[in-house]
């Protein structure tokens, strides 16, 4: 079974700064992908980031980058230079295929003016 | 076309009444999901199709009826639901019928059960 893990239910963080969220997961699968999400208040839940476990390269998107700790079984996502759209529930998920999209309990950011 | 639509955004229904949400995706992708979210929580899944077959039912009451008339409609059929049942329904989408590509999420229908 897997399982995620988020540690922090809510952070801030003043615009322009940067922040980091953190995730551990366990999965006893050896293929899975690990993902971040994002929902806005009243909007859609959209892709942040994916991370392949076979890749060691830590995936970047524009602002949004992880740190992939695979031993460790941590995924934390880092913001840069935070912007108010950025406030949002971010999901941690992993997904082996065998088993879907499982959710960490999420965090939620309020990025301050 | 890159987004997943649901109808309707917001529903409220009686214990004994019949109603369906509705679930539309015009990328050719080959699985679709309905998840259930209550206040503050993680989606928790429900039901996933993956070419136009259910693959995965994770043990929901039989009083949610889903369907697939096709690879681009997702229905969710609901009769006799408890108050308990109210929550946001989220549908999603993937490409190739594998879940851990990018899932693309619907806006949710928010279902209130009196």
């Known amino acids: 079974a897997q399982t995620v893990t988020q540690s922090q239910p809510e952070m801030s963080v003043q615009e322009a700064e940067t922040v980091t969220l953190s995730c551990t997961y366990d999965t006893s699968e050896n293929n899975y992908y690990l993902f971040w999400y994002k929902q806005p208040p009243s909007r859609q839940m959209i892709l942040v980031i994916r991370q392949e476990a076979y890749k060691q390269q830590n995936a970047t998107e524009n602002r949004f980058s992880v740190n992939f700790q695979k031993a460790a079984k941590s995924f934390s996502l880092k913001i840069s230079d935070s912007q108010l759209g950025d406030t949002a529930m971010y999901f941690c998920a992993s997904d082996s295929g065998n088993t879907p999209l499982v959710f960490g309990k999420g965090t939620r950011l309020s990025v301050i003016a | 076309d890159t987004e997943v639509t649901q109808t309707p955004k917001h529903l409220v229904m009686g214990m004994t009444n019949k109603k369906s949400l509705k679930c539309e995706q015009h990328?050719?992708?080959?699985?679709m999901y309905w998840y259930k979210q209550k206040a503050k929580k993680p989606p928790e899944l429900m039901f996933v199709?993956?070419?136009?077959?259910?693959?995965i039912n994770e043990s929901v009451p039989s009083r949610f009826s889903p369907e697939c008339p096709n690879s681009s409609l997702l229905n969710l059929h609901l009769h006799a639901l408890q108050p308990e049942d109210s929550a946001l329904y989220l549908c999603?989408?993937?490409?190739?019928?594998?879940?851990?590509?990018?899932?693309?999420f619907g806006p949710g229908t928010r279902l209130t059960v009196l």
């Open positions: 990328m050719g992708h080959r699985a």
């Open positions: 199709y993956s070419y136009e077959k259910l693959s």
């Open positions: 999603a989408s993937s490409r190739f019928g594998d879940s851990r590509l990018e899932q693309f």
